[in-house]
């Protein structure tokens, strides 16, 4: 069941700041309050959807790849595309996932463990 109250539904709407990186009407990309690299970026799809496989189980094809293909474009505007990147995507209690609404987070900018 989707939290529509979740803190990235609130970002969305436009209820709580953040530093954006790229949106359109669909997507969302904004930099992670709490970075863990020097590059920290989370990308979300607007449309209500609690992790990843509500994701790919709610919406169609395009959608789903219509994400991706964002997620590379903004690989290649952050400048990390050759130095390399890492893309997680942390997904329930033992996934350690803290935000209810699927979201991918884009590690990158420095040497990562
Ligand atoms: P996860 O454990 O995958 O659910 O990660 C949630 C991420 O959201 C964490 O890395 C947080 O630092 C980040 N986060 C939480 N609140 C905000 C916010 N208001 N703006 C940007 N990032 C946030």
């Not at 530093?19 to 020097?38: H, M, R, S, V």
């Not at 990147?85 to 209690?93: A, R």
């Amino acid at each position: 069941m989707y939290d529509k109250n979740n803190i990235f539904a609130k970002i969305i709407k436009g209820e709580i700041p953040c530093e954006k990186i790229y949106e359109d009407t669909e997507i969302l990309f904004f930099k992670d309050i709490n970075p863990t690299a020097k590059i920290h970026v989370l990308g979300i799809p607007k449309k209500p959807c609690s992790d990843f496989s509500d994701f790919i189980k709610k919406y169609d094809k395009n959608t789903i790849s219509n994400f991706f293909i964002i997620t590379e474009r903004v690989i290649e505007k952050l400048g990390i595309k050759n130095s390399g990147y890492k893309i997680i995507s942390n997904s329930g209690k033992d996934g350690g996932q803290e935000v209810p609404h699927f979201h991918i987070h884009i590690l990158g900018g420095e040497r990562l463990s």
